[in-house]
């Protein structure tokens, strides 16, 4: 019984682990994969102000 205790006692302390590395972020600088959409910006604000369109008729 005692053996059990110390196994459960050892398992509830180890699920607490966090891990403590830091990311640290510089502001304004973006360090994600290229936008690669085929169309310019303007174009799909079009397609999405004449979607939202379709969808927002009772308003």
């Known amino acids: ?7 459960i ?3 509830s ?6 891990d403590a590395d830091v990311i640290l972020h510089q502001a304004g600088v973006y360090k994600g994969k290229v936008d690669t959409h085929s169309q310019t910006a303007e174009q ?10 379709q ?5």
């Open 55 to 59: 969808v927002q008729t009772d308003r």
């Open 13 to 18: 302390v180890t699920a607490c682990y966090e």
């Open 9 to 11: 006692a050892t398992l």
């Open 1 to 7: 019984m005692k053996y059990v205790i110390l196994i």
């Open 44 to 53: 799909r604000e079009t397609i999405l102000a004449k979607r939202f369109g």
